[in-house]
T-cell receptor
């Protein structure tokens, strides 16, 4: 594919459910970022991978949030026991290197009821 | 800490009007500065960037100059079009010894009327 893809595009979860959000970065991109964008706000950094190594997870809001990139390509962001405050758009971005231009996916809009 | 502050929107202009969206930042280290744009129904796209003081980024008629003395990176365009209607985000990244993560402002919505 030409760009970063994310799935699902929309997810509705009942409070307490676990969800998994997928990101397919641009082929060959070493770096992968996850951001959370609340309604009417700018994106906020969650976590960063360089290949399969998670080098920065300082933005993860709680231990209910977990991200992985086991083979250095596709990444999954998992949220356990979802809460209403988790409702947001989750953005994935990839770049050739950590300091390179980041290309963003369309995002997954999560709504927790 | 590192942060970005943008002027609040929405900004509503008539076609061909002059645009300024203010952005100021606080940063430790040597930030690179960016403007991203989010068109309706689309993902975030890089509009322009500047990596050091006094650099000017430009693209599609938009410009922004990295002003270290005023810690600002204001976005300007001389004549806006309806197609420029979007949400604009100012952002920074600390270049040295950092992951390259972006810190965004809250976004400014621009509406251009014909």
């Amino acid at each position: 594919g030409a760009g970063v893809s994310q799935s699902p595009r929309y997810k509705v979860a009942k409070r307490g459910q676990d969800v998994a959000l997928r990101c397919d970065p641009i082929s060959g991109h070493v770096s992968l970022f996850w951001y959370q964008q609340a309604l009417g706000q700018g994106p906020e950094f969650l976590t960063y991978f360089q290949n399969e190594a998670q080098l920065d997870k300082s933005g993860l809001p709680s231990d209910r949030f977990f991200a992985e990139r086991p083979e250095g390509s596709v990444s999954t962001l998992k949220i356990q026991r979802t809460q209403q405050e988790d409702s947001a758009v989750y953005l994935c971005a990839s770049s050739l290197t950590g300091q390179g231009r980041q290309f963003f996916g369309p995002g997954t809009r999560l709504t927790v009821l | 800490g590192n942060s970005v502050t943008q002027m609040e929107g929405p900004v509503t202009l008539s076609e061909e009007a002059f645009l300024t969206i203010n952005c100021t930042y606080t940063a430790t280290g040597y930030p690179s500065l960016f403007w991203y744009v989010q068109y309706p129904g689309e993902g975030l796209q890089l509009l322009l960037k500047a990596t050091k003081a006094d650099d000017k980024g430009s693209n599609k008629g938009f410009e922004a100059t990295y002003r270290k003395e005023t810690t600002s990176f204001h976005l300007e365009k001389g004549s806006v079009q309806v197609s420029d209607s979007a949400v604009y985000f100012c952002a920074l990244s600390i270049s040295r010894g950092n992951t390259g993560k972006l810190i965004f402002g809250q976004g400014t919505t621009l509406q251009v009327k014909p």
